[in-house]
Structure formats: C-alpha cells, structure tokens
C-alpha cells in the first residue's frame, strides 16, 4: 500500500498491518459475491474506488483484538509519511484538565504574524488506533491551502483510557489553543474542529463539550465521515452491501465498547460518549458531514445532520456516491475524491470568512 492508504482511517497502514501480505490474495480466493440484498457491494462502488475495494475486501471482515493493538499502531506508524521541512511543525506538551495528564499536540503552521484562523483537529482510527503524528504531511497541505493553522491532538486511545479521558484531552488542547492565541497568531473567534471517522467523534464530542461548558467560542464543525452513533452494526442493523470496506460492523461494535467501557448499542451506554445520543445539539455550531454512500456509517451521518437542522442549527451534507470508507485518502485521485476534498476545503473557506 501506498502513503495515501497508510494514512487513511488514521491511517490504513493499520488495515494493512493487520491483514499482511495476504490484503491482495484474500481478494482473489475469497471474491466478493452477491449479498443476500442482491447487491455486489463490489460492483455497487464508484468504478475509479473498485481496484482499490477489490484489494482490501474480505468476506470474513476485520478481528481486531485488544492483543493484537500494539502491533497495528507500530505497523501504522511506521507506514506514515513524515511531515514537510516546508510547512513548520512544533511539538507541544498542553497541561491536561484538573487530574489529567498533560496532552501532546503539533502545532501546525504556527509561528507567523497576524490573526489566523486556526483548526483543532482529532485522528481517525476506530478509537483504538491512530496518532497525530501520522496526519502532519496531510495537515500541513491543509493549513497552507487555508492560510490556518492546526492543532492536532494525540488524544489517549482505548481501551487504555475510555472516553473520558480523551474528551479531556481534546478539551484541555481546545482551551490552550484559544487561550494562547495572542501569543501564536490566532484568531480566537475563528477556530473550527475537524475530524475523520473516529475523529469525527471526538470533534462533535469537542463541540458539544465547548457549548455546555461556554469558555470557548467554536465557529464550526468539519466531520468527515463521522463516527457518531454506538448502535450502527450492533442494535441497528445495517444493509449488507454497506460497510464492507476498511470499516465494518464488528471493527464498529469492538471500537466503540473498547472506547466506552461497555457493550456498543446496549442499554448501558453513556450518552456523554456518543454523539448521536446527546439529548439536544440546540446551539452546536454550523457544520458540514461529508460521507460515503457505500460508508458504514452512512446512515447515522446523514441522521446526525437532520437532527442538528431540526434543533434549529446549519448542517451541509454531503453524501459521495458509491463511495467507501475513507475513500478520499485511499483513492485520492478519483474523481469524487477530489470533489469530496474540495467541497470540504471550500465549508471550511467559507466558515472562516463568515467568522
């Protein structure tokens, strides 16, 4: 696999890790075959994302276990590509909130004069996965693109710690951010969250948590295929053509009870953890949700928008036909890729023009 899948999903190298050498001939023993729906969900994706589904696809799917993590974060690490001597890069220890532990943070295209507008920022990974790290090369294009910076976060990871505390840690990064920026050229009335498919969590979570607690203004919220509801692939079943690529309903079920601390869809789950159970998203800021057709978790971003439009708030969505779970980083030359890309970079334009 190339850079661009080892980044995905914070970064796909972490697929690649877990399913070795044997991705491309799991594809040739095991082809995809008509689901009990009459869908391929091979022949169902955009023609210019099949090659690359073909690759990864797996009837059995994946079987993370929490054994087996530490080897997939090495193998993930080791596949990214390191940041850009061009765009600077500085490495920060936050203090953490009240009883916590400090939070490491990049700082991303830090360092010049003005009032920039800035992006706190979360990684993907299934809540068990990923590192900030692994996201500067793509940060860095990012902040230039926008004339921004980026703060990302390497929150703690399940199961190590559970939800509270990376929702902790995102919220310390976010009020150091906004309390430092006279000092780093930040515009405080101009920070937007961001995150992808874990990150997503996190960032909806991060603007949730900034609205109930009022100490710092967030302008806008940028989730890109967003993992926001615990019962997708659990207690809320999914059509069988859906979420067959990178992330399925197992990963699902065991990324969110390994970030929870209980089972995913079950009655015990803690609302404070998942966004798509937050009782009212009344006074969230504006926000764009951008998703795959063909993504696992399709439905419930699609939900997501709608309810924060009936709680009387700005949702854009964007729905990529045909397309798979991270798809815009796999296949970043496809055509809905790249019109996916730019409608996110534009909502964000837009959002910081608007303040």
């Known amino acids: 696999m190339d850079r661009r899948q080892a980044l995905a999903l914070g970064g796909a190298g972490v697929i690649a890790t ?41 009837p059995e799917g994946t079987n993370f276990t929490v054994e087996s993590l530490a080897a997939i974060r090495a193998g993930s690490a080791a596949n990214a590509q390191p940041p850009s001597p061009d765009v600077p890069v500085e490495e920060l220890r936050i203090p953490g909130l009240p009883g916590q532990p400090e939070v490491v943070a990049f700082l991303v295209n830090g360092g010049q004069p003005g009032a920039r507008p800035g992006i706190v920022h979360t990684h993907g990974g299934g809540h068990i996965l990923g590192a900030a790290r692994n996201e500067l090369a793509d940060l860095q294009q990012l902040a230039t693109e926008l004339d921004c910076m980026v703060l990302t ?20 990064a976010l009020k150091w951010f906004h309390g430092a920026a006279a000092n780093i050229g930040l515009d405080p009335q101009r920070i937007a969250v961001m995150g992808e498919s874990a990150g997503g969590t996190h960032a ?10 009022g100490e710092v203004p ?19 079943p999914v059509p069988d053509h859906i979420g067959r690529i990178l992330w399925d309903a197992r990963s699902n079920r065991f990324g969110w009870t390994q970030f929870l601390g209980v089972d995913a869809g079950s009655a015990a789950v803690p609302a404070a953890g998942v966004p798509a159970r937050t009782e009212s998203l009344a006074g969230l800021p ?34 990529a036909p045909r397309a798979f779970h991270a798809f815009d980083k796999l296949v970043p030359q496809a055509q809905v890729s790249q019109r996916f890309t730019a409608a996110k970079v534009d909502a964000l334009r837009r959002a910081f023009a608007a303040g």
């Open 18 to 58: 877990l399913l070795g050498p044997s991705l491309a001939v799991m594809a040739h023993e095991h082809p995809p075959a008509t689901t009990a729906s009459g869908i391929d969900p091979i022949a169902f994706l955009d023609p210019e994302l099949r090659p690359m589904a073909q690759a990864m696809f797996s």
């Open 153 to 172: 976060i390497d929150y703690r990871l399940a199961p190590e710690t559970r939800y509270t505390g990376s929702v902790a840690d995102n919220y310390a």
């Open 204 to 213: 909806a979570l991060l603007a949730i948590e900034a609205r109930d607690r």
């Open 218 to 236: 967030v302008c806008f919220q940028c989730l890109v295929y967003p993992m926001l509801d615990d019962r997708t692939g659990s207690t809320v």
């Open 286 to 319: 504006p926000a764009w949700i951008g998703t795959g057709g063909a993504d696992l978790f399709m439905a419930e971003d699609m939900a997501y928008a709608q309810r924060l439009t009936e709680a009387g708030g700005a949702a854009e969505l964007l729905l």
